[in-house]
């Protein structure tokens, strides 16, 4: 399991300590150090089913002061992936990756129920 994450982000430390009490082990990544590349983040976005914009960190300084809010409906797909992948700062964390599953932002019912029942 892929543990993508910013260490000094409260939600994320909250995410790694429920991980290690649910004693899942995991690979640690740092976002910013290594952010998720294009690939990763259009096979992630197409496997999650989710919509491309939860995958952007809307609460983050990046996005506010590039005014994504405004720009992101009139982006494509392909120029929205393009932009995520140039910063990890833009795209919101934590996101776990295993076995095809993909979890975007940490909410401790939904972790439970797609990573306790395997």
């Not at 992936?81 to 975007?104: E, F, S």
């Amino acid at each position: 399991m892929l543990f993508v994450n910013y260490p000094k982000c409260t939600t994320c430390q909250k995410a790694r300590k429920w991980l290690d009490e649910h004693q899942l082990t995991y690979i640690d990544r740092h976002i910013k150090d290594e952010p998720p590349t294009y690939e990763e983040l259009k096979q992630w976005h197409t496997e999650s089913g989710l919509p491309l914009k939860r995958f952007f960190n809307t609460s983050g300084l990046l996005y506010k002061s590039l005014n994504l809010k405004e720009k992101l409906p009139t982006m494509t797909e392909e120029e929205q992936l393009q932009l995520l992948a140039t910063d990890g700062m833009l795209v919101k964390r934590p996101i776990i990756v295993r076995n095809g599953r993909i979890l975007v932002g940490f909410k401790a019912e939904q972790w439970k129920s797609l990573l306790d029942g395997e």
